[in-house]
């Protein structure tokens, strides 16, 4: 009969090796998708059209730019982002999600008549939102007064992924991508103001892999933006960071607002959103 001991090394043997198999895999997995990618510093316009949801919401919030074209185009405000401002829709990737209906109705109360429009897609990056505003979400036309944006993100969970000890590459890479989606706004928009909103903090997960700091580099990312923001001199173009909102005392993020650590909801929703106006002057 096999001893106690001799049955443990063995089971405690074969994990080890189930263990190193599954980081291979891990390993391997990541090299293909760096390789597949263009460098981090790149910004290439993107749109995610292999995805059916995200292609028919593109198509809805195109035809939104167009319809307010088309009657007159005169806005007060144009929101740009992810699902962090799509959540003031109520939705996620167009879809309705019960869990947003605290934001949608803060929305309603806290816009009043404001003549707004919202177009952030969840899941978007830098990337995907250049390409949107290149291919009919553009505010070329809409003669909004107030043009903002919200961005990176995403970037920032994704490049953390794939550069985990490398946080200035990760860093770097946002602030450059951002400022490129500034410029095009400004380009587009030369009447409007420009409000380039900063990252919102970020609570790490059990489901990030490997586990991720983020907030350090969150913090880093602003400060950068708000120094290229300040750099430009101009009136027109202004930087509001409104993650302080929703940090505790200790610097974690305050789950009551932020309930998955990434995306305000609820009485969160009225806080950024109450800070986001303030920021437009209202």
């Avoid at 707004?116 to 505010?139: C, F, K, S, Y």
């Avoid at 990312?221 to 120094?227: E, G, I, M, W």
Wanted: with cysteine; hydrophobic share 45%; glycine share 10%.
């Amino acid at each position: 009969m096999e001893a106690p001991n001799t049955r443990l090394l063995a089971v405690g043997g074969l994990f080890t090796v189930l263990l190193c198999l599954v980081m291979r895999m891990y390993v391997v997995r990541k090299a293909e998708v760096l390789s597949q990618q263009p460098p981090a510093e790149v910004l290439q316009p993107t749109s995610r059209a292999a995805e059916p949801q995200w292609a028919a919401f593109h198509d809805t919030l195109a035809g939104e730019v167009s319809a307010a074209k088309a009657a007159g185009g005169v806005l007060d405000i144009v929101f740009y982002g992810d699902s962090i401002s799509e959540s003031f829709r109520g939705s996620v990737a167009g879809t309705v999600v019960e869990g947003y209906s605290g934001n949608m109705a803060a929305w309603r109360e806290m816009m009043g008549t404001r003549r707004a429009m919202v177009l952030g897609i969840a899941g978007d990056q830098t990337m995907h939102l250049l390409w949107r505003l290149r291919n009919g979400e553009g505010p070329k036309g809409l003669n909004s007064k107030i043009v903002t944006a919200m961005i990176g993100t995403n970037d920032m969970i994704y490049l953390t992924f794939l550069y985990p000890d490398d946080d200035q590459r990760v860093i770097a890479a946002i602030v450059s991508k951002v400022q490129r989606c500034v410029r095009e706004l400004q380009q587009q928009s030369p009447q409007a103001s420009i409000v380039l909103f900063g990252l919102l903090p970020l609570q790490r997960t059990r489901t990030d892999w490997p586990h991720a700091e983020y907030n350090g580099k969150v913090a880093a990312t602003n400060q950068q933006l708000q120094a290229f923001v300040q750099q430009q001199g101009s009136e027109e173009l202004k930087f509001k960071d409104c993650g302080g909102d929703f940090l505790l005392a200790n610097a974690t993020v305050d789950l009551r607002l932020m309930p998955d650590g990434i995306h305000p909801a609820g009485d969160g929703a009225r806080v950024l959103l109450s800070c986001m106006l303030q920021a437009l002057g209202d």
